[in-house]
């Protein structure tokens, strides 16, 4: 089975500092993994993804996250954060080799809020 | 449509009562989800459609939980019978699944119908 773990319920971080959003994942086959960003009151908004090459995968709003198949993870970071950067965040996991749920259907973690502080 | 629009955004019902909560997909994607988001609990998968397919239903919590799509577009899931634990937000999502690039495709969400049962 497939299964995502985010371990901070919250985190929080000074604007202007740079900050990281942790995920780790475990799966059978090859990963596809996803970030999503979720505004109060809004649907998720798709932030990055790897599907294969770059272990460096650069998304929207200056995020960028990096796939670590030895650690299992793939945190997400920005270098400066800002304090329209603070919402829930989710990783997400699809295992290639998991059959069911929809072709491009994703295991999502709990979710993470980040809090920037002004 | 320019989005997945969901209706209605709020829905209060007293425990016992069906509900029907309505999902428009982005137009020409042919692959439907539908989640459920509960406080804590990350997002929980329902059931997926994709073009004239039978549906996977294996997200399901329930016999009370059902839904359909009518002519691949528009999809309605019904709860009958509400229970207080149904409380939650109920996301749909769309995408349009290219042939060779399954898993890999990013996943469109309408912004969700919040169910309090009373």
């Known amino acids: 089975a497939q299964s995502v773990a985010q371990p901070e319920d919250q985190v929080n971080v000074a604007e202007g500092n740079p900050l990281t959003v942790k995920c780790t994942y475990s799966v059978s086959g090859n990963p596809y993994l996803f970030w999503y960003v979720q505004y109060p009151n809004r649907g998720l908004q798709f932030l990055l993804k790897?599907?294969?090459?770059?272990?460096l995968v650069k998304g929207s709003y200056g995020f960028e996250a990096e796939f670590n198949k030895s650690q299992t993870s793939f945190h997400l970071k920005k270098p400066s954060a800002l304090v329209s950067d603070s919402a829930l965040y989710f990783c997400?996991?699809?295992?290639?080799?998991?059959?069911?749920?929809?072709?491009?259907?994703?295991?999502f973690g709990k979710g993470t809020h980040l809090i920037i502080q002004p | 449509g320019a989005g997945v629009s969901q209706s209605p955004s709020n829905k209060v019902t007293e425990k016992g009562k069906d509900v029907e909560l309505r999902c428009d997909p982005i137009?020409?994607?042919?692959?439907l989800y539908w989640y459920r988001q509960s406080l804590g609990q990350g997002l929980e998968f329902l059931i997926y459609?994709?073009?004239?397919?039978?549906?996977?239903k294996s997200g399901l919590p329930s016999d009370r939980f059902s839904a359909e799509r009518t002519g691949g577009s528009v999809s309605t899931l019904t709860i009958q019978r509400t229970q207080q634990e149904d409380s939650a937000v109920y996301l749909c999502a769309s995408s349009l699944v290219i042939r060779g690039s399954s898993g890999a495709n990013v996943l469109t969400f309408g912004a969700g119908s919040r169910l309090t049962v009373l």
């Open positions: 459609f994709q073009g004239n397919s039978a549906p996977d």
């Open positions: 997400a996991v699809r295992d290639m080799k998991r059959t069911g749920g929809g072709a491009d259907g994703l295991t």
């Open positions: 137009s020409g994607h042919t692959a």
């Open positions: 790897y599907i294969t090459g770059d272990n």
